[in-house]
């Protein structure tokens, strides 16, 4: 497994690019004015090495997991819920199965750490690393066995999605007290204090935040000597899920699969997917334990892989929302990101990732239509290489 971790990210499509804004700029708009739409389509494009992308085949991965720190009462929900909800996507009875309808996409479920044991489902995957993690304010969340074999739960979702021929890989999970574990990493990976990220966009904070901000300076300290790199962090303060979805976001980004991040937690696991992927280290790397250790040249952050070639994994991936989680939108400004929407949702479940999907087609759609109507010899007339200008309208 370890070589699919290695810095391996695919390289964007230069010519692609080049090809497509030409046409963006002969359609006759002025330049801007579809705004992110073009960006959109540009993205696509260099993903899929064709200046006419489409979506075609939508995939859904959502990963479940329970959280040992929920026994702390740090959520408003009991750890059954998480498969309670669960037991709802499998039977369509979700919200975010309306959305995966329309979508006309394939999806899975995938039980990676719950505490129960569901009965058995066409869409549910029985992965099970444990029941649960451990709770981090007391000991390491999972051990460092337990983490890899979550990764390989994602990677093994990615792989199956690229097989299956996706366009887009959709991500998303569940998890009672997740937002606690995605506090105490973001706090860790940022620098700021938890009580600073309650903080951020408040007049003030609620009594059951600043005890939970006080839960998780109490984890962070019984670790710090652990928290030396992002996958040592994920270890001791993540979750089966975050994870897993870190493992799943670093093979799409070596296959060439285009992800679809979700909110928070899914944000999270991005940029520690970000952050590993890109290791300056890892080509050296002859070991998991060594890999463990070499992440700490990654935090905060190392901008350069050593080969110089591979862009970051986050050029793989659109971020869907801004959630209603305060600190969020300091995760996707460290993160040098924009989200798609910002809706204030706080849901999971891959329902944020799943309401951008038609944006992302209708900015196919519109790309496909305009270029069509660019007159042939204003293409050949340019000096760059158009390559194929077939493209009927999606």
């Not at 966009?201 to 992002?230: D, F, N, T, W, Y």
Request: charged share 20%.
């Amino acid at each position: 497994m370890i070589e699919k971790i290695f810095c391996a990210n695919q390289e964007l499509h230069d010519e692609t690019i080049a090809n497509v804004m030409l046409q963006q700029h002969l359609t006759g708009y002025a330049d801007g004015a579809l705004g992110r739409l073009d960006e959109i389509v540009l993205k696509l494009a260099s993903h899929q090495k064709t200046d006419c992308p489409k979506i075609k085949t939508v995939w859904v991965s959502i990963f479940a997991a329970d959280h040992g720190v929920a026994a702390e009462d740090v959520s408003e929900f009991d750890n059954d819920e998480t498969g309670n909800w669960v037991e709802d996507l499998c039977k369509g009875k979700a919200l975010s199965n309306v959305l995966i309808d329309e979508a006309k996409a394939t999806y899975e479920i995938i039980d990676v750490g719950l505490s129960q044991t569901l009965p058995e489902s066409e869409h549910l995957l029985k992965l099970k690393v444990a029941n649960g993690s451990q709770n981090f304010v007391t000991a390491p969340a999972m051990s460092q066995t337990q983490l890899i074999q979550a990764m390989e739960v994602g990677i093994a979702a990615a792989d199956r999605a690229k097989e299956a021929g996706a366009d887009l890989f959709v991500s998303g999970e569940l998890g009672v007290a997740n937002t606690t574990s995605a506090l105490a990493m973001t706090s860790v990976l940022s620098g700021k204090s938890p009580m600073a990220l309650l903080e951020i966009g408040r007049s003030r904070v609620m009594r059951s935040e600043k005890r939970k901000a006080e839960l998780v300076e109490k984890a962070i300290a019984l670790h710090q000597s652990s928290l030396k790199s992002p996958l040592q962090i994920l270890q001791h303060l993540g979750g089966f899920e975050t994870a897993a979805l870190c493992g799943a976001y670093i093979r799409c980004a070596q296959l060439g699969l285009t992800i679809v991040v979700d909110g928070l937690m899914a944000t999270v696991a991005a940029w520690i997917a970000d952050l590993v992927s890109r290791n300056d280290q890892l080509m050296h790397c002859k070991s998991i334990d060594m890999m463990m250790d070499l992440g700490k040249y990654s935090v905060p952050e190392t901008l350069f892989c050593i080969c110089g070639n591979c862009p970051r994994l986050v050029e793989w991936c659109f971020f869907s929302h801004q959630s209603a989680e305060n600190f969020h939108q300091l995760v996707l400004e460290i993160l040098a990101v924009d989200p798609i929407l910002q809706f204030d949702m706080k849901l999971g479940q891959a329902s944020g990732a799943l309401l951008v999907l038609p944006l992302l087609k209708q900015a196919c759609s519109i790309h496909a239509h305009l270029k069509a109507t660019i007159p042939q010899e204003m293409l050949m007339s340019n000096d760059t290489v158009m390559g194929n200008n077939d493209c009927p309208f999606v």
